[in-house]
């Protein structure tokens, strides 16, 4: 059985090797052009953190700007020559959004620094898009390293 299993599964992971960046390409670009289009709209359900983490900005003119910004990322991803510069934005994006963390502790945190609430969860699972970004960015590198040769 255990042997029936490997076979399938090296098999398979052959085969999805060859399409798996893309894949992460367009679920990290799903993320980013729906949670911007939901503060473009005014209805992101992040948009009272947003207002609570930036508190110097108006909140009616920065959620929507940075809704825009995040869609362009999504957008960026969608285009493998914008992979480079989009993957610096969202890096760059993502150190934002690690901010309440420390902002904002009590509502991110039941216990500091071991039990998240819902809100502290939202944020942390950002470490897999950043994961994501950053195996996107090795595989363009390479693979534009071998175009170019």
């Avoid at 502790?105 to 950043?130: E, H, S």
Wanted: with cysteine; proline share 5%.
């Amino acid at each position: 059985m255990t042997q029936l299993f490997n076979s399938f599964y090296f098999s398979f992971s052959e085969k999805i090797e060859k399409h798996s960046v893309i894949i992460m390409r367009i679920a990290l670009a799903i993320v980013y052009i729906w949670f911007g289009a939901l503060k473009v709209i005014g209805i992101s359900p992040a948009g009272d953190l947003v207002e609570q983490t930036v508190f110097w900005f108006k909140p009616e003119i920065f959620i929507p700007v940075l809704g825009v910004c995040e869609v362009i990322i999504g957008l960026g991803l969608l285009i493998k020559r914008f992979v480079p510069i989009t993957v610096l934005l969202l890096l760059l994006h993502m150190v934002a959004t690690i901010f309440p963390l420390f902002i904002l502790t009590d509502a991110c945190f039941d216990a500091f620094p071991y039990r998240p609430t819902l809100v502290g969860q939202y944020i942390i699972k950002n470490l897999v898009l950043v994961a994501g970004a950053l195996v996107i960015a090795g595989k363009h590198n390479k693979n534009y390293c071998n175009q170019k040769l």
